[in-house]
């Protein structure tokens, strides 16, 4: 899985603890991540006054979470970006995680 945008799994969990708009599920070695904006600046942008949901798949291997895919699901319908580099600006809010 090098090459593609990751995070060690120990860490990510911890930033999910603190923060309540993430929900992390690992089923086997398959990984999701899910953020909803709540910010009432992210809830303007809202389509259709509707929730926006972003989903990061990925694979776990050796303690590290490896992304392979960025979702984002909206009342205008479903985007996907298959992450293609580790340094993928999607997923760049990565490198900030304590």
Not at 33 to 55: K, Q, Y
Not at 68 to 92: C, H, K, N, Q
């Amino acid at each position: 899985m090098e090459g593609k945008p990751h995070i060690e799994t120990d860490r990510l969990k911890r930033y999910v603890d603190l923060n309540r708009a993430y929900s992390l599920s690992v089923s086997g070695h398959a990984v999701s991540l899910r953020f909803t904006p709540d910010s009432p600046e992210a809830m303007m942008h809202f389509p259709n006054g509707e929730p926006v949901e972003h989903i990061m798949e990925g694979v776990e291997e050796n303690g590290t979470i490896f992304f392979t895919r960025f979702i984002t699901s909206s009342a205008l319908g479903e985007t996907i970006t298959v992450l293609d580099g580790e340094d993928d600006p999607v997923m760049l809010w990565l490198q900030f995680i304590d």
